[in-house]
């Protein structure tokens, strides 16, 4: 049997490792993207989850249509945009406009880990919906957006409860990366030669100090 | 099409031939980028740059592929939880002691901006220049929520192009003191009167 790494692609094959993957110890990672055991389905699995339909997706409550969280995003991705077709003043002036939203973004209550946690789970779904309608539409842009932030967002909820079963010790002695480009956090001593997610090279990776 | 050159400074080895054939200098700027008001988009840096450093980009984008109402949909509520994400992690991250806690918060509000940051560039503002993006600038502009940068936002509003349709400058109306024609010129360009050609001083806004 084969089994599938859902982040990177890692093919983990029985047969030529010799060890049944449910043999492996419950720490064991993935050799190439460091996901967590559970991040493996079963290669017949894996067409299973794919298909699932849509999980109820709990409401969001007061949501504004561009809340100010959003529009630092959505400026700070606009800076980028200047800046790839070397408008750095324009960079700036949009630089400008997302701090100011970024400051404007209203104190969450009740903000702990569980509630992140919560959150970072709720999103998987909401990736699962937005995939659905972007495949609908065939728009591939949005497609490829959902792919990498879909990864990611299963990558985040794994550390989460990593550390929230082990503690510091989770992540004692090691380093923190995020990849620029698509925002994929890998930990380790360096950043992985390519990004599993979005593929590219490490000197994209940065540090988290 | 128009064309102008862009130097990629990552991959620039500083030493080479592409200020010798630049014939009008944008390529020899104090901060390496090309002066995109002095290149003609001749090309001859990018034939002679052995580092595959400068290309050749248009000067005026193309319009971005649309996206449905549905796409802009889901994506703007994904990204306000992702937004949620973020200022939950930033918030902790300020807050937490523990030092591997603080950098893993650390890593999930950076990550959670890049994701949304992404998320809005496919949900229908990927270009500056689109008319999303200019006419969400210049609503937000008119109804300024207090403290809001305006003046970033005018001189943004004034300075890029649109390049779909999507946005139209506001215009203004002129009154010509040499020849008394009464004009309408869009607030992007230099105002000039259709009849006698007369600028500046000569017209007074009405
Ligand atoms: S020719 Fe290319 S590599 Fe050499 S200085 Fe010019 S841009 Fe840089
Ligand atoms: S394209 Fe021509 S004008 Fe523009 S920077 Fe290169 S050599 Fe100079």
Known sequence: MKYICQICGYVYDEETEGVPFGELPDNWTCPMCKAPKNMFLPEDAEEEERKKPDMEIPELQDMERLPPGVLAALFSNLAKGAEKQYQSHQEKLFREIAAYYEAAVPEIPDADISLLMKIAERNISLYGEAMETARRDGDRGAMRALTWGGKIQKIITSILSQYEKEGESALENVDIWVCTICGFIYTGENPPAICPVCKVPSWKFSKVV | ?206
């Open chain 2, 1 to 206: 099409m128009k064309r102008i050159a862009i130097r990629n400074l990552r991959l620039c080895t500083k030493d080479c031939l592409c200020l010798y054939v630049c014939p009008t200098g944008a390529s020899d700027t104090e901060d390496s980028i090309i002066d995109t008001s002095k290149c003609i988009g001749c090309g001859s840096c990018s034939d002679a740059c052995p580092s595959g450093a400068i290309s050749l980009v248009p000067a005026e984008y193309p319009a971005q592929q649309r996206k449905s109402e549905k796409v802009m949909d889901v994506m703007e509520k994904l990204a306000a939880s992702k937004a949620s994400e973020e200022k939950i992690a930033s918030m902790l991250s300020a807050d937490e002691s523990a030092p591997n806690l603080k950098r893993l918060l650390k890593a999930l509000k950076q990550s959670a901006r890049l994701s949304a940051e992404d998320i809005m560039r496919e949900g229908g503002y990927m270009l500056p220049q689109s008319g999303n993006s200019l006419s969400l600038l210049s609503r937000l502009a008119d109804e300024p929520s207090q403290g809001f940068p305006k003046e970033a936002a005018k001189e943004l509003l004034s300075s890029i192009r649109c390049n779909d349709g999507g946005y139209e400058p506001p215009s203004a109306m002129y009154k010509c003191e040499r020849c008394f024609t009464e004009f309408e010129s869009s607030s992007g360009d230099k105002a000039v009167c259709p009849m006698c050609g007369a600028e500046g001083n000569h017209l007074k806004p009405i």
